[in-house]
């Protein structure tokens, strides 16, 4: 069941409603996205009905969820939602595309990427600090000083941040330099990372585990949820099947039925999915036509030179094309590209949410 908070709702009708569902013997999880606060209850649901919650102060609705992924679920929310990251929307009315490079390796490679990115109709960027690598001798990231260059190239170009954490112990650290907390395909169901980004006060971008349903894809999202946070965005990212041309399978028709199921904004990533330079423009103009919310999307100025994942990254004669894609195709499906949202670099430093019940 889930308590659906009216906007101009106040911290006191909200705590009234945790401790009505307290007293009943049930559990209360408060959840705040960028438009409404939402409460989800846990216990039985036959005494919750007697307390008649429909009818307290701050109360819009109250919705019975036959899903197991409740605060996530499109069941209490009709409408999709949109997420802002840095000012930058994400949702059913925009395309939007965040591209960088795959790790952070150098300023001057960050840069010149960045400056692609921007050129290609990118308003957010990213970039990995701490790469999680199949293997414990690939290249690992620069840690602590590849987001300190995140975070002077986003006041460079003005492009917010978009960069992974992979571990709850640098989640603090991470969302101090980043306007947005990616969890990769190998984190979907690390559980303590995925409750310590929802405790913390940036939006998340969850993507599908490798090996994933698209039902234990919204579960891992609804821990997020579960700790505070409503802010997230899931990333189909493709997934294993027994072909080998391609680095994973796109699983396409993830986009719709994710966004059939949850009201939380879906991407695509057509550099991870398809792992070839060749097939990123062509999964573009797929996850558009599909509805995607956004792509994320890999450049390297010198893919020949890159530590990490080369053979997918766009170069500089892809831009145009990518550029002409970004901006043509949107518009034909209602959507438009977002500019560059303000930079905020090292913003960070908001305090984290309070986690789980209100008390
Ligand atoms: C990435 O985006 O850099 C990444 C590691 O992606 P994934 O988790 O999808 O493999
Ligand atoms: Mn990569």
Known sequence: MVVVMAPEATQEDVNAIVQLVQAAGGEAFV?????????????DVDEFGALNLRSRAGVVDVVRISVPYKLVSREHHRNRSVIRVGGVPIGPDTM??????????????????????????????????FKPR?????YQGLGEAGLKILAEVSA?????????????????????????????????????????????AKPVLLKRGMSATVEEWLMAAEYIAQRGNLDIVLCERGIRTFETGT??????????????????????????????????????????????????????????????????????????ELASVAA????????????????????????????????
């Open 156 to 200: 460079e170009t003005g492009l917010p941040v978009v960069t992974e954490v992979i571990d709850p112990a640098s989640v603090e650290l991470v969302a101090s330099y980043a306007d947005m907390l990616q969890v990769g395909t190998r984190n979907m169901q690390n559980f303590a990372l995925l409750q310590a980004v929802g405790s913390a």
């Open 31 to 43: 959840s705040r996205g960028v438009s409404r606060t939402i409460v989800g209850l846990v216990g």
């Open 96 to 129: 939007t595309v965040i591209a960088g490079p795959c790790a952070v390796e150098t300023a001057e490679q960050t840069l010149t990427a960045a400056r692609m990115a921007k050129a290609a109709g990118a308003s957010l960027l990213r970039g990995g600090a």
């Open 328 to 359: 043509h195709l949107p518009p034909l499906v209602g959507r438009t590209l977002p500019p560059p949202g303000p930079a905020q670099p090292g913003a960070g430093a908001a305090p984290a949410r309070a986690a789980t019940a209100v008390s």
């Open 247 to 320: 680095r994973n399978t796109l699983d396409i028709s993830a986009v719709p039925v994710a966004q059939r199921l949850s009201h939380l904004p879906v991407i695509v990533d057509p550099s991870h999915s398809g792992g070839r330079r060749d097939l990123v423009v062509p999964l573009t103009r797929a996850a558009i036509a599909v509805g995607a919310d956004g792509v994320i999307i890999d450049i390297h100025p010198e893919p020949k030179l890159a530590l990490c994942d080369g053979d997918q990254a766009l170069v500089d004669s892809d831009i145009r």
């Open 134 to 138: 199949t293997s414990p001798y690939a």
